[in-house]
T-cell receptor, first 112, second 110 residues
């Protein structure tokens, strides 16, 4: 069975500090991977997607970047956090046949 | 503008009543999906339903592509159904971009 793990579960970070959020998918080779962000009370927005190692496409940047260093790993990062980065970050995958989206448990970020 | 409109924004039901949640799309779509968002924020897939009707237990999803709409019917609601229901659409095959609605907040009271 496929599992998706996100880390960290939650973080409180200072404005201007760096951030790295991670996502690992086990039990599935060559998945399509996605990063989503949801402000408190807001709509889920897709940030990035990747269909293969080393390739990432931006949908909405929000001064964030993403990388896919391994087939099963997706990283979201920034060198300088803004207050507006606060929210809930979700990683998702689906297989290449392109049907159901499956989400991780998410990482909650508070920027102070 | 908002590509996915969900209605109602919130709904309060007595346990045992039925619920009908709607999702309307402003553009043509290739596929859509219904999710339940847990209070902690994670999403559970309920239906991948590009067209037609699908049922799982007390939940039924109906998507009419030509009319750009989808509905989620919950029969005999239970308190454990409380939470937020989201729908998402994908515009074109291989587009890899999903648009989410703002959700319907459902509260079922005993």
């Amino acid at each position: 069975a496929q599992t998706i793990h996100q880390w960290p579960v939650a973080e409180i970070k200072a404005v201007g500090s760096p951030l790295s959020l991670g996502c690992t998918i086990k039990g599935k080779s060559s998945p399509n991977l996605y990063w989503y962000w949801q402000a408190t009370g807001g709509t889920l927005q897709q940030l990035f997607y990747s269909i293969t190692v080393g390739q990432v496409e931006s949908v909405v940047q929000l001064n964030l970047s993403a990388s896919r260093p391994k087939d099963d790993q997706f990283i979201l990062s920034t060198e300088k956090l803004l207050l507006s980065h606060s929210g809930f970050y979700l990683c998702a995958w689906r297989d290449i046949s392109g049907n159901t989206l499956y989400f991780g448990e998410g990482s909650r970020l508070i920027v102070v | 503008g908002q590509q996915v409109q969900q209605s109602p924004a919130s709904l309060v039901l007595q346990e045992g009543e039925n619920a009908e949640l709607q999702c309307n799309f402003s553009t043509s779509l290739n596929s859509m999906q219904w999710f339940y968002q847990r209070p902690g924020g994670s999403l559970v897939s309920l239906f991948y339903n590009p067209s037609g009707t699908k049922q799982s237990g007390r939940l039924t999803s109906t998507t009419v592509i030509k009319e750009r709409r989808s509905s989620l019917h919950i029969s005999s609601s239970q308190t454990t159904d409380s939470g937020t229901y989201l729908c998402a659409m994908e515009r074109n095959t291989g587009y890899q971009n999903f648009y989410f609605g703002k959700g319907t907040s459902l509260t079922v009271i005993p």
